[in-house]
């Protein structure tokens, strides 16, 4: 992935990932420092990451064994390149490692919060308390720092926990700062990228709009463009820049497949109509979804199928808009994210978790030029550029909603009755959280139909043979990674009841508590 179009004049950090689980958050924890970064496998030879003129690299945590036969490597020509380095956890360890330093089994293992000593605060720990709690995640560990390098910090079982070198400026440390468990992580990352990397601090909401705006108007031109508007936050701030760019050149389509929860497309376009004033047009394409969908049970072929008949809409869209006209609609705006980007595998080297309707999922066919303003954004940050740009919290805030909507919610075959009963059951439960004053508390909270799936129960003193439907209530801020919630027994009880009771072909409510990672937060 090359660096965001309107984005060079800003200070690029690569954070290079080794498998960690966390690499998408330390990515977001530079931005948060406002330093643009980009994520980068660890197989990208060291002088393509070079010749991205980066003014920092950070290497990440990973789950293998500095030693081990096939453990994954770095060049150590980077270490001398000149161009400041940061390792963390494995990172840390390659570092040490690739310098001279030692990095040993001690037969001791530090999991979770654990107690750190600072002895010298140098540079990369300035002004953090000398006795703090850091979260780590190693069996191995540095037992000597290389020639140069300055111990800042230890633990009861990890004699070197943190070492810097200013002078070539390079730095590490054996916990995650990018955690929130790390109590004065972010400190610490800001500290090696403002005060031993030098990077600027230019990554900021104001700026980021301008640059999407400006790009955005760069690549379209004088030509039109239509967006594919799906009613999330995403989509609706991907239309406000385009807007902003391009003016009435712009129209918005929403298509209703038949996918979206009980009322949602009547409230869409109101919200929608009333905050952008942009031109908008409705699709109703159920019987199309439906038909295509019919049969289908594999769930990268559900989001194929539903990406391609998106944009089977979009061109038919594209000919009821200009009429007779002889002009042609060239550009799609979508409201593609980072996140979708990688997880669609669409990084340099990144495996493909699942094909996202927008991005993975795309017909090969193809004829419009995608306007992707939000492509290289976090979620966090999509929200901030849309109240920049004047947008209520209605949309801003709302709560994700996927593209492929409740087609991935649906175990199993997509049925109009199916669909049906999920929609049900879907409102009673956010009508509960609503009630109870947890939707600004709560991430999202998917409902998901088990349809293949049946369970006895007793109702009225009859046997049930119906459906269990699972409530998957998560808490993120990126959307990379996700803990489920502690939702109060109250309120699940509640939903429990009303939709056992109100959704007849339910007779099971189930609760998901598996967190990203290792589960999604969508099922499928």
């Known amino acids: 992935m090359t660096q965001a179009p309107g984005a060079e ?4 950090v690569l954070v290079v990932d080794f498998g960690a689980q966390y690499a998408q958050l330390i990515a977001r924890r530079v931005r948060e420092a406002k330093v643009y970064s980009e994520i980068v496998p660890h197989s990208m030879p060291v002088e393509e990451m070079l010749a991205k003129n980066p003014k920092a690299i950070i290497l990440s945590g990973g789950p293998s064994s500095v030693y081990a036969e096939d453990a994954p490597a770095i060049d150590n020509a980077l270490f001398t390149a000149g161009t400041p380095v940061f390792g963390m956890c494995y990172g840390f360890q390659l570092m040490a490692q690739g310098l001279g330093g030692t990095v040993d089994d001690n037969g001791a293992r530090e999991y979770g919060r654990t107690p750190v000593t600072v002895g010298v605060s140098g540079t990369l720990l ?19 720092a290389p020639e140069g390098f300055t111990v800042l910090a230890s633990t009861a079982d ?51 709009a301008e640059d999407q705006i400006e790009r955005v108007r760069e690549q379209i031109g004088d030509h039109r463009a239509i967006c594919a508007l799906s009613g999330g936050v995403d989509s609706a701030v991907a239309a406000a820049i385009v807007a902003k760019a391009i003016g009435d050149r712009l129209t918005c389509v929403y298509v209703d497949h038949g996918l979206m929860r009980k009322n949602e497309s009547v409230a869409i376009e109101k919200a929608f109509r009333e905050s952008t004033g942009a031109e908008l047009k409705i699709v109703d394409a159920e019987k199309e979804f439906l038909d295509a969908l019919a049969g289908v049970t594999d769930p990268e072929e559900k989001r194929k199928i539903i990406g391609r008949e998106f944009i089977r809409c979009f061109e038919r869209a594209e000919v009821e808009i200009l009429g007779d006209s002889d002009e042609k609609v060239a550009f799609l705006v979508q409201g593609t994210l980072y996140p979708d980007v990688v997880e669609s595998g669409g990084g340099a080297g990144t495996s493909n978790i699942k094909s996202h309707h927008n991005v993975g999922g795309l017909p090969e066919d193809l004829e419009f030029e995608l306007v992707e303003p939000l492509r290289e954004l976090f979620k966090d940050e999509v929200r901030a550029v849309g109240s920049q740009l004047g947008l209520p919290d209605e949309i801003v805030q709302r709560q994700p909603f996927p593209g492929p909507g409740l087609g991935i919610r649906i175990i199993g075959e997509v049925t109009k009755e199916r669909l049906d009963i999920l929609r049900e059951a879907d409102a009673i439960a956010r009508e509960e959280m609503t009630l109870a004053g947890l939707d600004r508390d709560i991430w999202q909270m998917p409902v998901v139909l088990l349809a293949d799936v049946r369970s006895v129960g007793v109702q009225g003193d009859g046997r049930t043979y119906g459906h269990p439907v699972v409530l998957r209530p998560v808490t993120s801020e990126d959307a990379m990674t996700a803990d ?31 967190s990203k990672p290792p589960g999604t937060i969508e099922w499928e």
């Open 9 to 12: 004049e800003h200070d690029l």
């Open 126 to 144: 300035k002004d953090i308390p000398p006795a703090h709690n850091v979260w780590m995640s190693h069996g191995d560990s540095v037992s000597e």
């Open 484 to 514: 489920w919630a502690r939702l109060p027994y109250e309120v699940m009880e509640r939903i429990s009841t009303r939709i056992t009771n109100e959704v007849s072909e339910i007779n099971r409510v189930t609760v998901d508590i598996t």
């Open 158 to 208: 990890t004699p070197v926990a943190a070492f810097e070198n200013v002078e070539k400026q390079l730095a590490g440390v054996q916990w995650h700062p990018e955690v929130l468990h790390s109590e004065h992580g972010q400190k610490v990352l800001e500290h090696f990228l403002w005060d031993i990397a030098g990077a600027r601090q230019t990554w900021t909401i104001g700026n980021i």
